[in-house]
């Protein structure tokens, strides 16, 4: 079976503070995609980035950076000194190659960013 | 560049009625995936569409049940509603190869009363 674990339900912190978001996932797959989405307010979910089993390098992109751990099956999410605009709730998902790549979303994490 | 539209917005029904919702993939895209997305918690995957057909479904009951047309454009209907069918109903919309990132519309609010 396919499981996401979001372990965080809400975070609060103060604007220019770092946060991590918390992504822990299992599957038996070989072949496998990691992504993570973010739903502000308005409720369309917005894609951040996608990342496959065979490749753990880190990524960063401005302000936003990915940590990919095979070994602990974990994928998690930091927002360096973060602001307002980030407030929102973060999915972390998993698309595999059993069970036809259908994409298993996490509960999400509820990040509020506090002026 | 038009993203995902879906409609109507918001829609309310009574337990036993039957909903039908609507969605356009974003240009270019010809796969669209349903998801309902229960008051905090994550999007649950419905079913998915390719070419015409069902290619993949969850763990939903057959009340639920999809078509898409030729233009890629595709609806969700629910028969015999339930209060527990109250959510948001997510479409999103892909390139067909598996693992692609999907575009997601602002979805429709269904209220069961």
């Known amino acids: 079976a396919q499981k996401v674990t979001q372990a965080q339900t809400e975070i609060s912190v103060v604007e220019k503070e770092d946060v991590t978001l918390d992504c822990v996932y299992e599957t038996r797959d070989t072949t496998y995609y990691l992504f993570w989405y973010k739903q502000p307010p308005s409720g369309e979910l917005v894609f951040l980035i996608r990342?496959?089993?065979?490749?753990?390098q880190n990524e960063i992109s401005g302000r936003y950076s990915w940590n990919f751990q095979k070994s602990t099956s974990s994928f998690n999410f930091t927002i360096t000194a973060s602001q307002v605009v980030d407030s929102a709730v973060y999915f972390c998902?998993?698309?595999?190659?059993?069970?036809?790549?259908?994409?298993?979303f996490g509960a999400g994490t509820r990040l509020f960013v506090k002026a | 560049d038009a993203g995902v539209t879906q409609s109507p917005t918001h829609l309310i029904k009574t337990r036993g009625q039957q909903v039908t919702l609507r969605c356009s993939p974003k240009?270019?895209?010809?796969?669209v995936s349903w998801y309902q997305q229960a008051l905090g918690q994550g999007p649950q995957f419905i079913f998915q569409y390719y070419e015409e057909e069902e290619r993949q479904r969850g763990n939903f009951p057959d009340r639920f049940s999809g078509h898409q047309f030729p233009n890629y454009s595709s609806e969700l209907n629910v028969n015999a509603l339930l209060l527990g069918d109250s959510a948001l109903y997510l479409c999103?919309?892909?390139?067909?190869?598996?693992?692609?990132?999907?575009?997601f519309g602002p979805g429709t609010r269904l209220t069961v009363l």
């Open positions: 240009s270019g895209h010809d796969t």
């Open positions: 998902a998993l698309s595999g190659y059993t069970g036809g790549f259908k994409t298993i």
């Open positions: 999103a919309s892909s390139l067909p190869a598996g693992g692609n990132e999907q575009f």
């Open positions: 990342r496959n089993s065979f490749d753990e």
